[in-house]
C-alpha cells in the first residue's frame, strides 16, 4: 500500500482546526443575523409606540388649546381684556396641531396593519376630519365676537358659545374628542404592552442563542485542548533537550500530522548539530590560530592607528604655530605704519599691500592646514611653478623689517645674487623664510640684529643658500639635534619666551624638503644661531 505524501499527511490537523473555526464562524454570523433581525424587529416596536404617543399628546393638545379658545370667548363676552393677539395664536397652533396628526395617522396606518387597529385608523381619520371643519367653523364664529353691548343677556351669549365650541356637522365634539382619547391611549397601552412583549421574547431568544455559541465554542476548546496537549509537550520537550544539549533525544511522534512534522524535522535536526559538533570542535582549533594571528595584526593596526592619531595632535598643533607667524608680520607692519607723525601716503599704501600679502599667506596657509586636517597626511601640497626667488627674498624683507621692529630688532640683508630661479611653491617659499626670520627675531635679544643672506655655494651653480643669522640666546650642544622634532623647545628658549609651540622648524623642514632642498642649523649657546636653507635653483634651459 502506498503512503500518502508527506503535504497531504501534514494536512490533517490543518483541516481539524478549518472545520472548527468555520463551525465557530457560521455561528457567530448566524447570531449576528438574529441580532440585526431582532434590533430591527425592536425598532418597529418602539417606533409604533412612539407614533401613538405622539397622536395622544396630538389630541390632548387640541383639547386644551381648545378650553384656551373657549376662555378667550368668555372674557371677550363679558368684557375683560381679551387680545386678538392670543386668539390667532391659538388657532394657529391647533391648525399645526392638526397637520401633524395627520402626519402622524400615515405613519401609523403604514407602521400598524392590524383589523383593530384598522378600525381605529378609520376613526381616526373621521375625527381629524370633523375636527378641521370645526376648527374653520371656530375661526369664522370668533372673528365676528365683538366687546359686549349694555343689558347683553349673558345665557343667550352662553349658548352660542357652546353651540360654537361643542358642535360641529351636527356631532358633539367634546364626545368626538373624549372618545379620540380614549382610543389613543388604549392604542398607546396596547402597543407598550406588544413592546414589552416583544423585548421579553428577544431577550430569552438572545440568551439562548449566547448560551449555545458559549457551549459550541467550550466544546470547541476542549477537544482542540485535549487534540493539542500531547504532541505540544513532546515537541516541549524536545526543545528542551535541544537547548540543553542532549542531542541523542529523538521526538516519539509519528508523521500523521503537522506536529508530526515538525517533530520529524527536530529529530533531524538534532542529528544534523550532531555532526555540526564533531566539525566544529576542528572548527574551533583552527579558529583559535586564526584569532591569535589576527590578534597580532590588530594590535599592529592599533599602533598604527595611535601614531595617525598623534599626527593629528600634532596637526591642530601645527595650525596655532603656523597661523601665528602671518598674524605677527601683520600686527608688526600695522604696528610700524601707525608710528611716529604722519607719513607719506606711498608709504601706507605699500603697508597696506605687505599686510594684505601676509593675508593672503594667511589664508593660503588655513587652506593646506584644513587639507593636511582632512587628508590625514604628514605633509602640504605644494604648487610648482617658475620662481623669482629674489622677489620672494624682497617681499620676505619688506614683512620681516615690520615683524623685527615690533619687538625692537633690526633686520639687515646682504645683496643676493640676480637670476635666482627656480621652480617651486612661491607662498611655501615665503613662509619658510618667515618661520625662519620669526625665531631668529624671537630668541634675539632686544636692540640686537638679524641678517639674511642668499648666495651661491661654489662649484654648485643649480643651488642657493639662504642665511638668517641671529645673535641671541642660541642652542645647546646636547638640544640642537632635537629643534626639528615637533613640540620640542630648548630649556632656554622657553625661559627667553614663554609662548611658542616647538613647530616652525619642523614645518619649515618640511617644507624645504618638498622644494627638494633641506635646512641645517648652527648654534652657539649664548652667542646666537644661523639657519641655512638650501634649495635647488632652475637649470638654465629650463628657467622661465
Not at 500531547?230 to 537547548?243: D, F, S, V
Not at 625692537?408 to 626670520?437: N, S
Amino acid at each position: 500500500m502506498t503512503e500518502p505524501p508527506a503535504a497531504q499527511r501534514s494536512s490533517a490537523f490543518r483541516r481539524r482546526i478549518t472545520l472548527a473555526l468555520a463551525a465557530l464562524a457560521t455561528i457567530a454570523a448566524l447570531q449576528g443575523g438574529f441580532a440585526v433581525w431582532a434590533v430591527g424587529l425592536a425598532q418597529h416596536h418602539v417606533q409604533r409606540g412612539r407614533v401613538a404617543a405622539d397622536i395622544l399628546q396630538g389630541f390632548t393638545g387640541l383639547w386644551f388649546d381648545k378650553q384656551q379658545l373657549r376662555n378667550w370667548m368668555a372674557q371677550r363676552q363679558f368684557g375683560a381684556a381679551a387680545a386678538d393677539d392670543q386668539r390667532d395664536l391659538l388657532l394657529q397652533r391647533m391648525r399645526d396641531t392638526l397637520e401633524r396628526l395627520n402626519s402622524l395617522a400615515e405613519q401609523a396606518t403604514v407602521l400598524d396593519d392590524g383589523t383593530a387597529a384598522r378600525q381605529r385608523q378609520a376613526q381616526r381619520r373621521d375625527a381629524l376630519t370633523v375636527l378641521r371643519g370645526s376648527l374653520d367653523q371656530l375661526a369664522r364664529g370668533l372673528a365676528s365676537i365683538n366687546q359686549p353691548a349694555p343689558g347683553l343677556d349673558t345665557s343667550a351669549a352662553w349658548r352660542i358659545a357652546n353651540d360654537l365650541f361643542d358642535n360641529a356637522e351636527g356631532r358633539d365634539l367634546r364626545a368626538l374628542l373624549a372618545d379620540s382619547l380614549a382610543r389613543e391611549d388604549i392604542s398607546l397601552r396596547e402597543k407598550r404592552a406588544q413592546t414589552d412583549e416583544t423585548l421579553a421574547w428577544l431577550r430569552q431568544l438572545w440568551i439562548g442563542t449566547t448560551a449555545a455559541l458559549v457551549l459550541a465554542a467550550l466544546a470547541l476548546a476542549i477537544g482542540l485542548a485535549r487534540a493539542l496537549r500531547t504532541p505540544l509537550l513532546a515537541l516541549a520537550e524536545g526543545a528542551a533537550a535541544l537547548r540543553e544539549g542532549r542531542l541523542s533525544h529523538r521526538i516519539p511522534l509519528d508523521a500523521s500530522n503537522e506536529f508530526g512534522e515538525v517533530a520529524r524535522s527536530m529529530n533531524v535536526m538534532a542529528e544534523e548539530l550532531a555532526a555540526h559538533r564533531s566539525r566544529e570542535a576542528e572548527a574551533r582549533q583552527a579558529l583559535e590560530v586564526q584569532v591569535a594571528r589576527r590578534t597580532a595584526e590588530l594590535t599592529v593596526a592599533l599602533t598604527v592607528r595611535k601614531e595617525a592619531e598623534a599626527r593629528r595632535r600634532q596637526l591642530f598643533a601645527d595650525v596655532s604655530h603656523e597661523l601665528r607667524t602671518p598674524t605677527t608680520a601683520i600686527r608688526g607692519e600695522a604696528q610700524v605704519a601707525l608710528r611716529g607723525g604722519e607719513k607719506p601716503a606711498e608709504e601706507y599704501r605699500q603697508s597696506l599691500r605687505r599686510i594684505e600679502e601676509a593675508t593672503r599667506q594667511l589664508g593660503a596657509t588655513i587652506d593646506d592646514l584644513l587639507t593636511m586636517a582632512r587628508s590625514d597626511i604628514d605633509s602640504l601640497s605644494l604648487r610648482h611653478k617658475p620662481v623669482d626667488l629674489g622677489r620672494v627674498l624682497e617681499e620676505v624683507v619688506s614683512l620681516g623689517t615690520a615683524m623685527a621692529a615690533a619687538r625692537g630688532i633690526r633686520l639687515e640683508a646682504k645683496p643676493w645674487p640676480v637670476g635666482l630661479l627656480m621652480l617651486g611653491d612661491e607662498d611655501r617659499l615665503r613662509q619658510i623664510l618667515l618661520a625662519l626670520i620669526d625665531n631668529a627675531i624671537r630668541y634675539s635679544h632686544p636692540g640686537g640684529m638679524v641678517q639674511l643672506d642668499a648666495c651661491r655655494p661654489e662649484g654648485q651653480s643649480n643651488t642657493v643658500e639662504l642665511s638668517i643669522r641671529d645673535h641671541g640666546i642660541g642652542i645647546a650642544p646636547d638640544a640642537l639635534p632635537e629643534v626639528f622634532e615637533r613640540g620640542f623647545r630648548a630649556p632656554n628658549a622657553r625661559d627667553h619666551a614663554a609662548d611658542g609651540s616647538g613647530l616652525g622648524l619642523s614645518i619649515a623642514r618640511l617644507l624645504a624638503r618638498g622644494h627638494g632642498g633641506d635646512i641645517r642649523l648652527t648654534s652657539i649657546l649664548g652667542e646666537g644661531t644661523v639657519a641655512i636653507v638650501t634649495l635647488p635653483l632652475a637649470p638654465v634651459g629650463e628657467a622661465p
